[in-house]
């Protein structure tokens, strides 16, 4: 594990302590939400065999996986990350998947020299946790070839995403919803547009787009509505909310009880299915 020091201490603690191994244990059904998102992403950086790519915030490198499938034996996939418990998972899929040309990095995409230069940068939300994220991007593209490309979903905001916004609507009927500054590090940092457009552009990259993508999502990969209110006390607002209220059983228990009733009309032959909102950013640097 890398140490939790440098801009990003704090990212570095939670996601070794806290998320990441949530993730590991969920990433089932967290892959069965976001894979589609994710893809689409990918679609849009137009890989070519050959290619090499750094798969940016890589976690349990699904996507890295993937990546190295598309760009063949000639190319290379790195995904680079700064949760331990994380890479732990991605080496032992990618070992086990006998994927060559995949390999890993624990290192804070933000300050790390990176092994490039890359065709290519690709991130399936993993860029929205930068302290600076001018700094990161500017350290990402020095890292891209001369012609390289960009590629990267990540979350509009709340507002816009039901399937985040009803549960945590439900809970802070009990609980106070903590009230992040928009644009610190966490999920929906990039979610202003303009913003983001600033950071790349101030980083060197050009053609920068946005592609405004709206999608029905398997909340928790079509498992019951029980499993999928458990799912959701552990992602975002009302899991944070949860985190620091750290409520007592009965409490807990009615924060559940909202939660299910808030999302069960929901629910259908395929498990619960609500809207979610992201951006396709893509960019390149001439
Ligand atoms: C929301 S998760 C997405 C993981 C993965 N891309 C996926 O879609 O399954 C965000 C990831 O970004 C990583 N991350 C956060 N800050 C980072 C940084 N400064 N450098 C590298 N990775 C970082 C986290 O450890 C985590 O794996």
């Not at 801009?7 to 990433?27: C, F, M, S, T």
């Not at 890479?87 to 790390?112: H, I, M, P």
């Not at 994220?133 to 490309?149: E, I, M, V």
């Not at 999928?228 to 807990?252: D, H, I, N």
Request: charged share 20%.
């Amino acid at each position: 594990m890398i140490e939790a020091a440098g801009p990003n201490a704090d990212q570095i603690r939670y996601w070794n302590e806290v998320a990441g191994p949530k993730w590991v244990v969920l990433h089932d059904i967290i892959s069965a939400q976001i894979r589609p998102l994710g893809l689409l992403a990918m679609d849009h950086a137009g890989l070519a065999a050959g290619e090499r790519v750094l798969d940016i915030g890589c976690g349990i490198g699904e996507t890295t996986r993937e990546i190295g499938r598309r760009v063949g034996p000639g190319g290379s996939a790195v995904g680079v990350d700064i949760s331990a418990p994380m890479l732990d998972s991605a080496r032992e899929a990618a070992r086990a998947a006998g994927a060559a040309n995949v390999t890993f990095v624990n290192a804070d995409a933000q300050t790390a020299a990176l092994p490039g230069p890359f065709d290519v940068l690709y991130s399936r939300f993993g860029v929205m946790f930068f302290a600076e994220p001018q700094a990161a991007f500017t350290n990402l593209r020095s890292a891209l070839r001369k012609g390289g490309r960009l590629a990267f979903v990540c979350w509009r905001s709340l507002q816009e995403n039901p399937w985040l916004l009803v549960p945590a609507t439900a809970a802070a009927r009990h609980l106070p919803l903590p009230q992040p500054d928009p644009h610190a590090p966490g999920p929906f940092a990039f979610a202003d547009a303009a913003r983001v457009r600033d950071i790349l552009s101030r980083a060197g990259f050009v053609r920068i787009h946005h592609e405004p993508i709206d999608r029905e999502l398997s909340v928790a990969g079509g498992k019951s509505l029980d499993e999928t209110v458990e799912f959701l006390l552990q992602m975002g607002p009302t899991a944070s909310a949860l985190r620091e209220a750290q409520p007592e059983p009965e409490l807990l228990d009615r924060v559940r009880a909202e939660v299910r009733e808030a999302i069960a009309p929901h629910q259908g032959p395929e498990g619960v299915r609500m809207a979610g909102a992201v951006w396709i950013v893509t960019a390149a640097v001439d």
